[in-house]
């Protein structure tokens, strides 16, 4: 979809494009307590993982998403990962989605990751709306999107199982 994917270097780390050798971070991220305790997917082995792999692949084929990895601006340490999802052209929208690795959590960088992509999402992609669900525990991203000027416009009630139970969901928004 992308003839030049759209990287980013910004105060001290940059969004890239998540490759195939990023799997062993991907799942370190997507098996770790902290992070899937709140996030809507988690794997428990490498080669599970590839499903994850697959789904960042179809989405920039497609045209209805685009994840960028985290790291550091030399690339040798891995943060987390950002993108959109559920992307329409048609609707001018789409669904924004991130996770750090724990230890990189309270130093401002998913402020400033959400706001990259925002502001690329509006200005590039010509989205009107970013929309993002939001488990009702996760007190801290839904910290993180007020602070950014997401609006709440309600609460999803047992709208998803996870782990076998019914969990609600915060709808958040972003207008262009």
Known sequence: MYNVFPNFL???FQLRQIVDEDINKIFLGLSHPDIVKYYGVNYSSLYDTQE??????ELEESGTGIWWAINSPQNSDFYGAIGLNNLSKIHQKAEIGFWLLPEYWGKGIMKIAVDLVCNYAFKELKLHRIEALVETENKNS???LNKLSFNHEGTFIDYE???GNFISLDCYAKLH
Do not use: C, S, Y
């Not at 994850?52 to 692949?57: C, E, I, L, R, Y």
């Open 142 to 144: 839904k910290n993180l």
């Open 10 to 12: 910004e105060e001290g």
């Open 161 to 163: 199982i996870k782990n």
């Open 52 to 57: 994850q792999m697959k789904w960042f692949a």
